[in-house]
């Protein structure tokens, strides 16, 4: 394990988004396929970050401390560090597609209570732990293309989810731990 994360030696979102060992396009007017790109407001702080084909997650971005979205897409054998547990006051919509053939979910995830929005999608996942029910902003959840077998009770707690998305998922056969909880 390395050393914890220090955000102290940044002294703006610009000096992180520029200690990424690759490019980050900023404000694209159209986003290129195959680039990583930072949406920035007008008093430069990142709102909305996309991280595409990395090898690795730079944990310097959990640094960014006015994200309210998070995409990573098309890494191979990504997992997500701890450190995502630092966007817990702001960060609303995290988007996991196709890191990894088979993605565990760290539990400092479920401490982004503010997410309204998860998707992960063609992740490999195979078990949404119980503790899903901490998110309990959430009101979209995708989990499409993984191979989950069975979905948490806990999921059921989660009042405010409406919309719930389990499209290819072949080892899924029964949504009985969801029985009575309506979704729009």
Do not use: W
Not at 33 to 43: E, K, N
Not at 66 to 85: D, F, N, R, V, W
Not at 144 to 170: D, E, H, K, M, Y
């Amino acid at each position: 394990m390395g050393s914890p994360l220090d955000c102290s030696i940044y002294n703006s979102n610009k000096e992180i988004i520029q200690s990424l060992p690759f490019r980050v396009d900023i404000n694209p007017r159209v986003n290129s396929p195959g680039s990583s790109y930072a949406r920035v407001d007008y008093g430069g702080r990142v709102t909305d970050f996309t991280l595409t084909i990395v090898n690795t997650i730079p944990t310097s971005i959990f640094c960014l401390d006015s994200l309210k979205s998070l995409t990573i897409e098309y890494g191979t054998s990504l997992t997500i560090p701890p450190e995502i547990a630092r966007l817990r006051s702001y960060l609303t919509s995290l988007c996991l597609i196709e890191i990894s053939s088979s993605l565990t979910l760290p539990s400092e995830l479920f401490n982004l209570t503010n997410v309204v929005s998860l998707s992960i999608i063609f992740c490999g996942l195979e078990t949404l732990p119980g503790a899903i029910s901490q998110l309990s902003a959430l009101s979209e959840l995708d989990l499409t293309g993984n191979r989950l077998t069975s979905i948490p009770v806990t999921l059921a707690q989660i009042f405010l989810l409406r919309t719930l998305v389990l499209n290819a998922n072949p080892g899924l056969l029964s949504l009985d731990n969801l029985q009575g909880t309506q979704f729009c």
